[in-house]
T-cell receptor, first 113, second 114 residues
Framework: QQQVKQSPQSLIVQKGGISIINCAYE??????FPWYQQFPGKGPALLIA?????SEKKEGRFTISFNKSAKQFSLHIMDSQPGDSATYFC????????????FGQGTTLQVKP | DGGITQSPKYLFRKEGQNVTLSCEQN?????MYWYRQDPGQGLRLIYY???????QKGDIAEGYSVSREKKESFPLTVTSAQKNPTAFYLC?????????????FGDGTRLSIL
C-alpha cells in the first residue's frame, strides 16, 4: 500500500517530442509528490513537485499532471532535448512528520538527436 | 556552496570486512537519510535520522548500521552481515517534519566487493 508504481521503465523520444512518465499510488495518505532527475554517477536532483490539491504544475518545459481521484500523476517533458536524457524518479511523501519519501522504480529516458 | 558531500566516491569491500561511508551536510538540515540504489529498483531507504542521537530503520536496514552524533554527519557502516553490498549508496537531507520539504542528495558512493 506504500508503493509507488512508475512506468515505463525506459523511454526513447525524438528531439522536440513530448516525454511522458506515469506514476500510480494506492495510499491516500500521501501528501506531496516530487519528481527527481538523475544523471549517471550523480545523485538525484529535485525537478518539480506538486501537492494533491493542485491538478497541474508547470515549470519551464516540465509539467506535472495530477489526478487525485485516479491516484495517478505524470511528468510531461515538452520539446525534449538530448540533455534531458537521464533517469527520472517519481516519489511520494507518506503524510507523517518524518520527511520520508517512497520512490518509484525509475524511468530511463533517451532523447535522440 | 551548501550541499551534501559523500565520500569516498568508490569503495571496495573484502569478504568479512566492515566499511563506513561518509555523509556530511552544511545545509543545517535536521533530517538525514541513507538509500541504496540497484538497477531497476529505484531508491530503497536503509536508515533515517530526524535529530541528533536518534535514528530509525528504513525498509532494508539489515546488515547496516548508522550513527548521528553531529547534526552535520550521518555515516553508514556496511557490515559483514550484508551479503550483497554491491550497490550505489545515496545520502540525502532535508528540514524534516513538514511534508513539502524536498530531499537534497549527495553524489553517492559506489560500493563493490573485491
Amino acid at each position: 500500500q506504500q508503493q509507488v508504481k512508475q512506468s515505463p521503465q525506459s523511454l526513447i523520444v525524438q528531439k522536440g517530442g513530448i516525454s511522458i512518465i506515469n506514476c500510480a499510488y494506492e495510499n491516500t495518505a500521501f501528501d506531496y509528490f516530487p519528481w527527481y532527475q538523475q544523471f549517471p554517477g550523480k545523485g538525484p536532483a529535485l525537478l518539480i513537485a506538486i501537492r494533491p490539491d493542485v491538478s497541474e504544475k508547470k515549470e519551464g518545459r516540465f509539467t506535472i499532471s495530477f489526478n487525485k481521484s485516479a491516484k495517478q500523476f505524470s511528468l510531461h517533458i515538452m520539446d525534449s532535448q538530448p540533455g534531458d536524457s537521464a533517469t527520472y524518479f517519481c516519489a511520494a511523501h507518506f503524510g507523517s512528520n518524518t520527511g520520508k519519501l517512497i520512490f518509484g522504480q525509475g524511468t530511463t529516458l533517451q532523447v535522440k538527436p | 556552496d551548501g550541499g551534501i558531500t559523500q565520500s569516498p566516491k568508490y569503495l571496495f569491500r573484502k569478504e568479512g570486512q566492515n566499511v563506513t561511508l561518509s555523509c556530511e551536510q552544511n545545509l543545517n538540515h535536521d533530517a538525514m537519510y541513507w538509500y541504496r540504489q540497484d538497477p531497476g529498483q529505484g531508491l530503497r531507504l536503509i536508515y533515517y535520522s530526524q535529530i541528533v542521537n536518534d535514528f530509525q530503520k528504513g525498509d532494508i536496514a539489515e546488515g547496516y548500521s548508522v550513527s548521528r552524533e553531529k547534526k552535520e554527519s550521518f555515516p553508514l557502516t556496511v557490515t559483514s552481515a550484508q551479503k550483497n553490498p554491491t550497490a550505489f549508496y545515496l545520502c540525502a537531507s532535508n528540514l524534516g517534519g513538514k511534508s513539502n520539504q524536498p530531499q537534497h542528495f549527495g553524489d553517492g558512493t559506489r560500493l563493490s566487493i573485491l
